[in-house]
């Protein structure tokens, strides 16, 4: 089964770019803001999708948040996408040589008629007109 959590989480560039940018340790929240071009608080909502996801870590360390990446949290997303990868895909079946050298010439459809539909009679108190077919007033 898909790890889907995680791949929500991972599914907007933006949260892809934190997650490499955390590789590399833990970060505080301003230079991860710094790689983007988007407002902290946009950030701070990518941020916490990761968290909800529980790929990060918040951690306080004096006046900073301290963001960590959980790489632990990724081998679901690996081992499913290994499995994936591990199955054959179907072989194609060759099209047949004469039938892709002489393509059969199909005759051209007859347009089908157009219904004439009859319109409401309307009284002349200018009564709202009766209902069509299809449920709507026109």
């Not at 934190?18 to 301003?30: A, D, M, N, S």
């Not at 916490?48 to 301290?66: D, M």
Request: proline fraction near 14%.
């Amino acid at each position: 089964m898909p790890p889907i959590a995680i791949l929500v989480a991972l599914a907007d560039p933006t949260r892809c770019r934190i997650i490499e940018i955390l590789q590399t340790g833990p970060q505080p929240v301003h230079q991860i803001a710094d790689a983007f071009d988007i407002s902290r608080p946009a950030i701070s909502r990518h941020l916490g999708v990761l968290k909800q996801a529980r790929l990060i870590s918040e951690k306080k360390s004096g006046r900073e948040n301290r963001y960590e990446l959980h790489t632990k949290r990724l081998k679901p997303v690996r081992d499913w996408l290994v499995g994936l990868a591990s199955v054959p895909l179907p072989k194609a079946k060759p099209p047949a040589k004469s039938a892709a050298l002489t393509p059969k010439k199909q005759p051209e459809p007859k347009p089908a008629p157009i219904p004439v539909l009859e319109q409401p009679v309307v009284a002349a108190t200018r009564q709202k007109p009766a209902a069509s077919q299809m449920g709507f007033d026109f």
